[in-house]
């Protein structure tokens, strides 16, 4: 088995697909939220 030492792992495409995942989550609640508002509003 390789050598493996805590902390020596490159982590960056794992932060930039997490920060792109945790933006998606944040626009579609946004754009949840304001449907819901527009509905509510306009009693569709």
């Not at 960056?12 to 304001?34: D, M, N």
Request: glycine residues 6%.
């Amino acid at each position: 088995m390789a050598d493996y030492k805590h902390g020596t792992m490159d982590t960056r495409e794992q932060e930039k697909t997490f920060e792109g995942f945790i933006k998606f989550l944040v626009r579609s609640a946004i754009a949840t939220i304001i449907v819901v508002i527009l509905l509510a509003i306009f009693g569709a």
